[in-house]
């Protein structure tokens, strides 16, 4: 048979070059694909800039989320959705910087998770600009210093960060997007840390819950204690012996510890929400959600007939919380997200109906649901 | 006149939703483009594990700085070479973790720069595992535990990282790869503090001279004061009112100040350069450098019987540190990086006779130059 007689080597390696030139033949017309859409991208800016050049505006995140969840929809594999639409989204962000470079400020510190938001959001093209607060990232925003900013709102760990809720009440800046970002926990210790000589585990009391099962599988004997923040653990556990905490990946590097085992969290969907917010309104992509700051006097049945419009009108609210008023006067503030735009009739039915129970009603944004 | 009756608005409106359309269309294409090459790339992948299930190696770092290299070339515009360069980068990153995904160990605390070089080199699509100290960057490589390290090798402010070229003597670990990050200075301080009234500017040395031009134009009355990094100029300037320092963007983060005034060098060109290690040898990608460890005799004209191959095969020498030998016998041991690989007959004709008169020789590695 001459078939056995050929080495297997020699036909693989006879694949091995034929796949490459293939691939090679690909990325040629993937480098001319890619070129010819960033003139598109230049000339509407140029249009854009001609039409009206101190306003043009370049980013879109309508345009963007709907150009993210088509190319998550039509995905033939074998790349997952979420990788297909991550190319794009640095593709996008490669062009947009071609026709003006996206500043973005975030809030800084403690929050470098709030800048990989940022860059999961506007891809790595964006400049990002560290802030030291969550109102500077709204005053930087309302300067017109950047366009726009990322700020963190709701935290799996910490719960919402009421910072930035407040903020809004009396803020002009509107929300234009929101992006989550899965966060995972680990063990982490100092290098001279024996990993069954650990007496004591410190973190974030949350985070404590949300690793139980791990702890009492691996760590039965080990004390749990709660603290202020992973943070906080991270920082403790560097000058003890006999003790690990659990925290994020940041933690073990500001911290010089070391990761004893990662992702110990009991439910993979631990998320931290931000919201990007600017000045521009947003259009309809499709798929949007929309965020309202309601006053409601406190008198019997108020919180009843704020939400009754939301049923009437088949209007699917996601997210209620509430907060004291900032100005005291016996009032509650409500801070509600739901499904939908400003511009969908029910949701403007649903709108009118609140205004005329509400002491007042502001909305802080229609924006797309986050894609990634 | 028909044409000056229509509104340019209208016009333009027509002409940026013919873009849009265009645009789609382009998107669809690069869609099934990319999904064509992951699937070429997964079938490498079958092909070499079938070929060699133990030992197949799917990240060929040649093999990437050639496509990279092509694709700059070839870039037609107007995104730049090096934004192109990037793009095919990440989605090299996300086809080769549908292979495998790649796991990085790296110098961590410090050096989150080290993690930033990381992910240039190898895509966002990389599993990034900080380290605390360089030689146990070397070990995590050598145990198999990671599939390559990077550590740093030259920083403009810092000098040469002498840890890391004194593990290389001990260790078998190879040099596959090097990349360069562009780092800018920043002048900041605490949120406090006022511009106007600095009258202190901590860095390090090398910062400070490589800022001096715009410290003289702009603060003239400022003392400048030296201390032993970076990082250290902007921990001090927390506690003070007066004083401002000179750091880049993660030390600002890290302790919260304000950047006052961005990229204050002098010369736009300030780097650090990292080395990518591992344990494959790697091929003649036509671009090439390799690194060589020498150990001379301490006797007359060593030097420059060390050199004169060099010259005599034309083998084109890049960098030349001199150590002294941790085995301390009366020899230096000389770190060197020349352009060619030790395939390349000039280079094995220059290797050879260098081996005449050296006590030892070794290769670190050949490798792709940087391309990024």
Known sequence: MSESNQTPSKADETELLQLRQEIDQLDQEILNLISRRAQCALRVAEVKMKADPGQAVF??????AQVLSRVM???????????????????????????????????????????????????QWVKTKPMPAIDEVFREVDAGAVQ???????????????????????????????????????????PNTNRDKITRVYSHQQSLAQCRKWLDAH??????????????????????????????????????????????????DNSTRFLIIGAQEVDTSGADKTSLVVSMRNEPGALYHLLKPFNDFGVDMTRLESRPSPSG?????????????TRDANVQEALSAIRKTAVEVKVLGSYPKGVL
């Open 329 to 341: 006067n016996w009032t509650y503030v409500f801070f509600i997200d739901f499904v939908g735009h």
């Open 148 to 190: 726009y900013g990322v700020v963190p709102i709701e935290n799996s760990t910490e719960g919402v960060v009421n910072h930035t809720l407040d903020t809004f009440i009396t803020s002009n800046i509107k929300i234009v997007g929101e992006v989550e970002l899965r966060i995972h926990h680990h063990l982490m210790a100092g």
């Open 219 to 268: 760590m039965p004997q080990a004390e749990r204690i709660a603290v202020n923040s992973n943070a906080e653990a991270a920082r403790r556990v560097q000058g003890e012996w006999n003790s690990a905490a659990i925290a994020g990946e940041m933690a073990s590097e500001l911290y010089d510890l070391e990761i004893i085992e990662t992702k110990i969290e009991d439910s993979p």
């Open 73 to 123: 929809e039509r995905n033939p594999g074998p790349l997952g959705n979420e990788d297909m639409a991550r190319l794009f989204r640095e593709i996008m962000s490669a062009c947009l910087a071609l026709e003006r470079p996206l500043e973005v400020a975030y809030l800084g510190p403690e929050g470098t998770f709030t800048q990989q938001a940022a860059k999961k959001h506007f891809g």
């Open 59 to 64: 980013y879109r995140p309508e345009r963007e």
